[in-house]
Each structure stands twice: as C-alpha cells, then as structure tokens.
C-alpha cells in the first residue's frame, strides 16, 4: 500500500516555520496570508480575545462623545459617560437587535434608529414606546451588554475578553521602554480610515521592519535613516520594536527646544512599537502617528490612521503650520506604503512565489510570526 503524506494546515505550517532559530528565520508560509479559514481562524482566537485599539482617548473629550467599531463581528460603543470615564458597551438594541450608533459623534442618549428604545450613557434602558401592555417587560432588567474598555498611556484598548490581563500589566515594558516621552500627553490631531487590498499581516510587518525604508520611502523619509543605526533588540510575548536615531533632516521627529527634559540621543530617537495583534505606533519626540488594523478577509484590510503632536510642539507659535508639515508627509509615507504592501499581496497569491530568508533586521517579523502560532489552538 502506499503511503501519503498529509498536506499540513496552514497553523501547522507557521509552527513549523517558527520553529527554528531566528538566525536561520523565513518569511511566514504564503498560506497564512491566502488561506480564507486561516483569517476566520486569527478572527476566532486572536482578535476576538486580545486588546484591540479604539483610537486615542482625547478623541473623546466629554461626555456624549462616541465612537463605534466592529470587533470579530461584534458591534461595539465607546463612549464617554456622565462620570468623565470611558465605557464600552454592545452597539445592538436589546429589543429586535437593531444596531444603533454609526461612526464617530455626540448623543445625550442612545436611540435606536427602528423603534426609538433609548440607553443611558451607562448602557441602562431609559424608556421603550408602546411596552405597557407587555407583562414580561421590565425597563430595569435590560440594558447594553458591557465591553471591557481601559485607557492605557492614552490609548483607548477594547475587548471582548473578560480575562485578558489588563494592558497596564501585560504592556509594562512598553512604559519602561518610552515612559520618558509621556505617550499619554500627545494630542491627536488628525484620524481617519481607509481599506487597502492587503493581507492585515502585511501591512503590520511593514510597519514592524524598517529595512524597506530606503526603497520603498525613497521619496519622502528613506533619507532620515541609515541601515547600520537601526536597532531591532528582543520584543516580548505581548509587543515587538525597534528603534532609529534620526539625522536632522525632519525637524518634527526631535524634541522641541523648549524640551529641556530629554538628554543626548532621546531627542532623536523614532521608536516603532508594535502591539499585538494590531496596533502599531511611530513615537517620536515631536510627533506620533498609528495605524490600528481591521482584517476584512484574507486580502483586504481596514485601517485606523491617526496622529499629532507632543506638548511641546503643539505650543509653538507655528502648530498649525507644523500640523500640515506632518500631515502633509505621512500622507505620501502612506502612498509609498500602499503601493509596497499591495504588491507583496499580488506576490504572495502568484504561484512561482515563495518566501525567502530573513535580515537581522527583520526579527520584529519573526516574533510575531512566534506570537501568531502561539495564540493559535494545536490541531
């Protein structure tokens, strides 16, 4: 009789992959970039259990303010209650499943769109129309299902998970690592979103390795960086990153002059954070910006853009002129991402393509390839 091998799964084939030292490390399998029950899987096990992130919480300045999202399928509310603190809920009406709120805006109340049932800000049911003649109707016992919503360093984080340890423990090492930049202080300025035809795994090891900097940026910040003063240390079972020391060919990226605070090379330093699943972070001392990533799928991914402005920066007499500076650029980065990151899709579905070896500079890559096939059940 002959035997045949059994072809192996595309979860089995990342362990594989991981399996051996980085030193002797390749791109992840192709598969787990194409395969559709591979993505409902990363749904399933990765972004319906880990920190998601909203936004930033000044984007939520007073009570009213909301904003909605979709995680693993689940509508969700954040908002800021009567009390000033940030609340999640369910964004789907306890009466005949309606969901209730769209994008980003400010309510005294939450009204669903199809029978007026309106919530509180704290999710209680505040009055239904036409309920009396209902004996099994009881306003007190309904209400939103809550969300777990924390703010860590200003970041607004989301989850479905009411067991996920809090950031503030599992991301301590990120604070250790930029607590002296107080992420929290920085004010957003600008967010908005788009789709682009992508893996979501892509887009966030782009974000993760700077060895394309030179090529793919060459015509906005491919000249601020040299490869040989890029530094990719270990990351942790929550979070990869790295670092560059940056020339002073973009004056945003450094400490302001009135930062009398930050010594020697911190006020140079771009650190490049990224926080699984799926939150990546530029943080320079002048100015930030994030992408907060969504799969739609295996080859389309919806992005959250957003960015600003340390204190300092934001109290120069030339802000404004500065904020479009900034803007102004990240929006050509943006260009030269897309075009890089859609062409490695286009690549990975092509049948002659396989994946190749990677740089030192590539190990945020590789770790999270480790933390994927880790999050991932066994077979």
Known sequence: MTRHD??????????????????????????????????????????????????????????GDYMTMTIAGE?????????????????????????????????????CPYHAWTYNLDGSLRGAPAMAANEAFCREAIALPAVRVENWLGWI???LNADAPSPAVALADV?????????GGYVETFRETFRWNTNWKVLAENFMESYHLPVCHSGTIGGTVDLMKMTCPEGTLAFNYHYIVKNDLVPLALAHPSNT????????????LAIYPALMITLTPGYFWYLSLTPQ????????FGGGMSLEWMADPAAEANLASVKALLDDVNVEDKGCVEKVYRGLVAGLSQPGPLSHLERPNF????????KLPQA
């Open 75 to 111: 509508p969700v509310i954040i908002l800021r209650d009567t009390d000033g603190d940030l609340r999640g809920m369910s964004n789907v009406c306890r009466h005949r499943m309606s969901t209730l709120l769209e994008g980003r805006g400010h309510v005294r109340a939450i009204v």
């Open 367 to 374: 770790e999270f390839a480790q933390y994927l096939a880790s």
């Open 6 to 63: 059994t072809a192996l799964s595309p979860a089995d084939e990342l362990r594989a992959n991981v399996s051996v030292p980085f030193e002797r490390a390749h791109a992840m399998p192709k598969s787990v970039y194409t395969s559709s029950d591979f993505a409902a899987e990363e749904v399933r096990h990765i972004f319906a259990k880990d920190w998601l992130c909203a936004g930033r919480a000044d984007a939520l300045k007073e009570p």
């Open 157 to 159: 984080m989301v989850t």
């Open 175 to 183: 604070e250790k690592l930029v607590g002296h930049l107080d992420m």
């Open 297 to 304: 799928g295996p080859d389309q991914v919806d992005v959250l």
């Open 261 to 272: 605070k930050l010594q020697g090379d911190d006020r140079r330093i771009t650190w490049l």
